[in-house]
């Protein structure tokens, strides 16, 4: 797999809470040939529709859609780190919600509702 696509409303913003969520994630940066094409379609880095997070996997790209499904979506990610309760606080403290705690993970919801899970870490 090389990229995950997210559908969403804000793509600066939630690329922007994932890059702060994720270790080894940034924003990709924009070159002088990535500007001039932005600026020919009236465009900035800042309103760009599809902001790209590179990292140790697969590339996040978020996409800006006129509308976004509040049902479930068809993937997920499944985050783990330290202790599970930190990182739930972590995550909510970037902009995060929990939606439901259950007994091997918590269910949050990203700025935008997207749904994800915080796992326990393995022993």
Excluded at 99 to 109: A, T, W
Aim: with cysteine; aromatic share 6%; glycine share 10%.
């Amino acid at each position: 797999m090389r990229d995950i696509v997210v559908d969403c409303l804000d793509p600066q913003a939630l690329a922007a809470f994932w890059e702060a969520a994720l270790d080894g994630y940034a924003l990709r940066p924009y070159d002088d040939a990535e500007i001039a094409r932005l600026a020919s379609q009236g465009l900035t880095p800042e309103t760009d529709p599809a902001v790209a997070l590179d990292g140790p996997g697969p590339t996040l790209f978020f996409q800006k859609l006129g509308t976004v499904s509040t049902g479930r979506g068809r993937l997920h990610f499944d985050l783990m780190g330290g202790p599970r309760e930190d990182e739930v606080a972590r995550l909510c403290e970037l902009g995060a919600r929990v939606r439901e705690v259950r007994s091997d993970h918590s269910v949050l919801l990203d700025p935008e509702g997207n749904a994800f899970c915080v796992l326990d870490p393995r022993g």
